[in-house]
């Protein structure tokens, strides 16, 4: 699947991205605390299908949810005007969009670990801006990368219910990708933590 796609910006699994500093066995036990088991593994890779159809519909509610709140617009506006670079948001959609999937398929792999940590550089001012050389500002600020984790996973939830599943089903998919993403942030925290702290 990753290898298929033509999103500009999008390297994972080419030679181009870093080796992650974190290990596959640091990885796991990560995994360990916070409680991620097969269970989500299959929760995940279940909510695939739901979720492949409904991609852009979910950004929709996204991209609505950042848009309407100026200060996360921030991230995406010009730093000599204030205004929201419209090329900017429209090159990290493609990628975003991609990421659920990728989130949906729950291929724990070197290639994925040393992915997440471009990503999170990308967010980090060690990277910001470059992938798409937007004129955008410097710094993802660490206070909302994790506070975007509840408005990302809550507002899944209906797309998940869409396609006629249990409400045991929606809610272990639920958790999976709460735990996905308390996983991945947390990856993505490495170059916001000082050094010898991760
Ligand atoms: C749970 C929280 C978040 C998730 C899941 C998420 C997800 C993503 C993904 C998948 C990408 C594209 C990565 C790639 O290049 O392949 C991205 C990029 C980006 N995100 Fe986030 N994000 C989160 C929080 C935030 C927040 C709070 C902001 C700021 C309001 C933000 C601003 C950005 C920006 C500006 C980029 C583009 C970075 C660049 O220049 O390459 N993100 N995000």
Known sequence: MQNSVNIPGYI?????????PITLDDFNLMKKSVLFGDEDVNALRLSHDILKEQVEAILDVWYGFVGSNPHLLESFTSKSD???LGD????????????ILDTAEAQYDQKWLDYQHEIGLRHHRTK????????????VPFRNLFALIFPITFTLKPFLAKKGHSANEIEKMYAA??????????????????DGDF
């Open 82 to 84: 204030g205004k929201p």
């Open 12 to 20: 994972y699994s080419t030679n181009n991205v870093k080796q992650s």
């Open 88 to 99: 900017y948001l429209s090159a990290v959609r493609k990628r975003f969009g991609q990421w």
């Open 177 to 194: 990708w709460l735990k996905s993403c308390l996983l991945q942030v947390t990856l993505w925290s490495y170059p916001y933590v000082k």
């Open 128 to 139: 910001k801006n470059c992938t798409d050389g937007a004129a955008s500002t410097e710094h």
